[in-house]
């Protein structure tokens, strides 16, 4: 029990960190303001998390999970774990994951959530690892869709694809959000196509 009760308190915690990013913003976002927002002490928040790194770190490893969690189950995969090289990345399979990484930019808390952390990390060294720890994750797990697309594809080439790939996405991310303001149906065409053609080298 205390370890679900554990979790529970690490979850709420996680949940009010998302919370002040969005709405205080990098100038609202010390360990009292998240420790406010869940309610505890901030010896307590400090006990799940010992830093503000830490608790940031914890905030964008669970948001990319779950992003991860969002397109395999779109792409029809299951599981990350049961992902292999044999399982193929159809047009269809790349289709359905290009839209609903677009449908995710429609969340304009996380979108601002994650500008919030990007301008932390930027005047922060101890932010900074964390959200190229995010990324690094985010562009693997992008190279091992690519290479269920092109398995022909040397790994530094997949590579380079898969960085491009989420730089295109996370771009896109805000220019077009209500932030940025440039999302049409054109150019959500013209992502999709790049994408795919990144994907499929056609």
């Known amino acids: 029990m205390t370890g679900n ?44 998390f010992p830093t503000r790194a830490d608790l940031i770190r914890a905030v964008l490893e669970r948001s990319l999970q779950r992003s991860l969690q969002r397109l395999n189950d779109v ?16 047009r269809e399979h790349s289709h359905r994951l290009i839209t609903a990484l677009l449908a995710e930019h429609s969340d304009i808390a996380g979108i601002r959530m994650h500008v919030e952390v990007w301008a932390i990390a930027s005047s922060d060294a101890q932010i900074a690892p964390a959200v190229r720890s995010f990324y690094a994750c985010y562009a693997a797990h992008v190279s091992d869709l690519v290479q269920h697309a092109r398995p022909e594809l040397p790994e530094m080439h ?45």
Request: hydrophobic share 45%; aromatic share 4%; charged share 20%.
């Open 5 to 48: 009760k554990g979790t529970l308190r690490q979850a709420a915690i996680l949940d009010a960190a998302e919370e002040v990013l969005t709405s205080k913003g990098n100038a609202g976002s010390a360990m009292r303001d998240f420790a406010a927002a869940a309610g505890v002490r901030v010896g307590h928040l400090q006990h799940y």
């Open 75 to 90: 792409a029809g995969f299951g599981d990350t774990d049961e992902v292999g090289p044999a399982v193929p990345l159809t």
């Open 158 to 202: 997949r590579n380079a694809l898969a960085g491009t790939i989420v730089s295109l996405f996370e771009g896109a991310a805000v220019t077009r959000s209500d932030i940025g303001g440039l999302r049409t149906e054109d150019t959500d065409a013209e992502l999709i196509r790049t994408a795919q053609w990144l994907i499929h080298g056609h």
